[in-house]
């Protein structure tokens, strides 16, 4: 009894009370024939989702950087508090946001988005992951309503998956992101970090778009880009590059260079950027 | 080995490294007569505190809500991040923050910042917590160089304590600020729910301006006062009450009301406003 | 010749170059049988206008304040320069601009956006003028792609309008408005003055609410309705009025204080949060 | 009569009125010997400097760019205004600003900030226009308390004489630089046009950082940089570049690339980066 009035007090006092039925942050997971395993992930569902059976939502794949997992962007990030607050006030869409998780935890393990040796994480996200889930949830399956964002190793990521998927993707947000391995880096002598390392090397996005020929930079057109990242952080000069790159090969993209270095603070601000951003360029 | 290597890799790519000593965040505590026991509190230590030894330090009093306490900013807010930000782009000056604890955990207690039956907290927070910070801490202890903010119940102890000591603080700035209670409120039928709330009302920010006279109005125009609300924020209503009496007795104040409920997004970007003014208000 | 090359050399250098067709800021009148004469007024149309032919956009009408007239929002505020840059970032959709004149230019005029005495502009406003303007530019001339603001005189014009005619108006945005006269204010000497500030009176936004019946206010919550005023503001205090009422009345309402007063720097500033809720708020 | 009482009117409904002694916009010359010829130039003046006899202040140097003159900051930029705003809010500290004339107006000249042909501004600035002002006004005369700032062709200027002398200058603040011209850019067919280009390249200040000794490069991180440019303006290359360089070079700058492109929208919104900055960079 008196428990339901503190409760009711609570209520009043500290929050300020909404009929409406709150969004929520899921983790799942799916069993991948292709790393052998159960690969967790997360899932933000807009307030609503179970009410209104009948609605389908855009999507955006958010990826985490190195030492990060699939809980990061909510634990370090704060991006269901950032999601809600957007939606409450107008400023993006009702979306659902899918966080996978890359296994990317030093010195656990060292492995991020890309295909090497026995770790084909980019297959599986294609051939496996992203049919999951936008089977699982009620997503708007197609490129006008799929976005992809990342940071740091996770900014490479989404940046190289649109890239290879441009028919898949309306729009990619790269944070302080590893597009590639600056020149003349020493190697390391851990052979696992040096893998690593190698694939994003290999995958560099930088040496894509300089590579690229009038069709692929045609289809490059067809998605919206966006580089952001700190004056003091030490990716900077790689993301120059890349930008460099995309102006040479007449590629639209938004750029932005802020106040901060490779620390959450400037992710989570990113997210006021990112969001609204992404909203607007989905598909009506 | 293998480890150092690993250790060594994290701190190039996923840190932007500094020479710079760290800033800190303590767990403290000291022992209250007036309590009668140990009240833990938080204090953040700008970088290079331990290497300077002659340096003292302007210090800022930040105070937490209902069902808060000394570690709600830092866990929930992230004011260390913050901190360290805002000090890196020389946007403040480095500063001791100080964060006491009110007991105000629902259901356990709902104690807060005022004193009655025989929780004396506004009593120990000046006969023994200030005195005991500023001793075992290198701030600067006059009036020009002593703030104190708080968000909620915090907000209304920062304005109340700043209303009744303008001769101790050159700034106050309330967050979503319970400065007083909304008229025609039903009561509760928890007999310690409403001691609380009496208290608060006893200790009416809005009343305190209203009853002021020309004298005690001077010395209220002593302090810069910032109120800081969101629109959809259940206690607006208090704040504009507040802000109106303010103006009626040409007390100046700065006054924001900016977008957002009574959540934690609100505090947290609230930071980026709150810590350059009252940086800029210090003395030098 | 050489002015030639330099005429190409200007272009290079100090413009950032378009293919596309550029915006418009034009200045056109209409005779109003109403008012007995010919009433000046501007309209800015968006880039492309005149290329394409089958366009129609949505509109909002920008009111100006005393002693201001069409010209002012552009003049002074540099609306124009404002939506170019929001519109090239995709921040806002393209639209239509209408910014009437109200003949407020002390002394030579003291009139205003109310029927008073043989001042009748508000039946010139929505009998003529509205219906003018949108016969005569491709504007989609409903309510879900209608939206109205103003500063000061104008930001109570158009709240008012959008109180009256809510089946004309999604949105509504108020400026450093003069949603009411003050209270207790002394009556001018000089007539004209006086007539003006009873026209303000008569049709005071804070009593229209106030005085709102269930049927009106659930008229009013069909309107998005936005206010926002500095806090160095004359007008706050009557702006404050307002929010109250909305709130007894259960309407809601955006509401920003920011840093100011009644400075056109706080109108430029506005136009960046004016315009993209409003953008936001038409209907696709 | 009437006209008083209108005049009254107008003061209490149209402007927030201040007790406190306005700014000003002074436009001033001087004549010089070394460019043989009158020289115009316009200062702001910070409220009370009438009246506050003993009271003196940092300096800025703002500069124009091509096709600008010396009151091209304000009406088209309107720098009064917003460091009126900024000096309200407590952002900036008092300052004296000076926006010096040089002569870039095509097709009537295109002379700009350095020495070439018979057109020796650089040895005016320093030798003639700098004291004539810093004796002239209630400047106070040493590194510590003197900025330079100004875009596109100005913003070169302002770095270039940073450069040159770092014992001047505390701060240099280029928005929209041009810093250099971009390599394998077309000769112009007037000679007067690749007159000025050259003049630019000879004072590149890309090269002047790479050919930068140690010594020099000691005598540059004395000094605070910062560099603001539109990610849509055609002189992003050579800020990129320049940013390069500086980084190559190990000095500290900060660096921002916002939203847009080489517009007055850009540099007006800069102001309130680059007045906060410096004048955080000014001495106590």
């Known amino acids: 009894m008196k428990r339901s009035v503190l409760v009711f007090i609570f209520a009043c006092m500290a929050i300020a009370v909404s009929a409406q039925k709150k969004s929520s942050m899921l983790t799942d997971s799916l069993y991948s024939d292709v790393l052998k395993g159960h690969r967790p992930y997360n899932v933000y569902l807009p307030k609503n989702y179970q009410e209104n059976q009948d609605k389908s939502y855009p999507v955006l794949y958010l990826l985490h950087g190195l030492n990060g997992d699939h809980e990061n962007w909510n634990s370090r990030g704060r991006v269901k508090e950032v999601l809600d607050y957007l939606a409450a006030s107008g400023e993006i869409r009702e979306m659902i946001v899918v966080f996978p998780d890359a296994d990317a935890d030093i010195p656990k393990a060292k492995h991020g988005y890309f295909n090497y040796q026995d770790w084909k994480y980019e297959d599986f996200f294609f051939q496996e992951f992203l049919p999951h889930v936008e089977g699982r949830y009620r997503i708007i399956a197609d490129k006008g309503h799929r976005a992809i964002a990342g940071l740091s190793m996770g900014g490479g990521g989404a940046t190289a998956y649109a890239q290879k998927h441009p028919e898949l993707f309306c729009a990619a947000y790269a944070m302080s992101a590893l597009v590639d391995i600056a020149p003349g880096r020493e190697p390391s002598k851990d052979a696992l970090v040096n893998a690593m390392r190698e694939s994003v090397k290999e995958n560099s ?26 004056d003091d952080d030490h990716l900077l000069g790689v993301n120059l590059d890349f930008v460099r790159e995309m102006h040479s090969a007449r590629i639209p993209l938004e750029f932005r260079v802020r106040e901060g270095a490779h620390v959450w603070e400037y992710w989570h601000s990113a997210l006021y950027i990112c969001l609204p951003f992404l909203s607007r360029t989905f598909d009506r």
């Open 205 to 230: 996005c930088v040496a894509y778009v300089r590579n690229a020929d009038d069709q692929v930079r045609q289809q490059l057109r067809t998605v919206k880009w966006f580089v952001d990242c700190g």
